[in-house]
Structures are given as C-alpha cells and as structure tokens.
C-alpha cells in the first residue's frame, strides 16, 4: 500500500517561497510519474506540476514560471519549489501520481497572506 506524507507548507507573504516535499513509501515510486495538486476552499482540486519517470516536467499556466517539480528517487521525495507566491496560490497542497491512483495523503496548508 503506497502511503503520501506531504510537508513544508506554511504562512509566507506575497512574493516569498516555500518548498513543499512528498515522501512516497511503496517500492513502485520509480516507476510512476508524479503530480502536485492543490485545492483552495470551494474550490475543485487542480493539478499544477507534473514529473515523469524521466524527470520531463510540466505545469499549469498559473504556476509556470514560478515553480519547480523535481524528485529524487533514491529518496523516494517529490518536491515542489515554490517561487513568487501569490496570494491565489494558498491552498492545500497533495501529491500523487498522475493519474492519481494512490490513497491521498492528509496535504500540507499553504497560506500566502501579508
């Protein structure tokens, strides 16, 4: 059973940074392509950054440019390099593979406020 620990979130001020991490526990996390995911209050839940097994990236236009996916396998960690924040980006933040096959984690809260 693959279990998501996400962590790193916290309150940070419009233009400021955060590093989110997801440790992945399970032997298959080299073998899938990983995504972050965010859901505001009243809000659907939206993937924003996505990594392949190769480590190609992709994101949603509202992040792009302003966050970074990486993982590192050995590890079995995702991250996310938060940039530039906006107060838009407070949310609670998920991981997941891509197609969001595994039991979600409990997320890590993310408030972008002055």
């Known amino acids: 059973q693959v279990q998501l620990v996400e962590s790193g979130g916290g309150l940070v001020q419009p233009g400021g940074s955060l590093r989110l991490s997801c440790a992945v526990s399970g032997p298959m996390f080299t073998f899938y392509a990983m995504g972050w995911y965010r859901q505001a209050p009243g809000k659907e839940r939206e993937l924003v950054a996505t990594i392949t097994v190769g480590s190609s990236t992709d994101y949603a236009d509202s992040v792009k440019g302003r966050f970074t996916i990486s993982r590192e396998n050995a590890k079995k960690t995702v991250y996310l390099q938060m940039k530039g924040l906006k107060p838009e980006d407070a949310a609670d933040y998920y991981c997941?593979?891509?197609?969001?096959?595994?039991?979600w984690g409990q997320g890590t809260q993310v408030t972008v406020s002055s």
């Open positions: 997941n593979a891509m197609s969001a096959v595994f039991p």
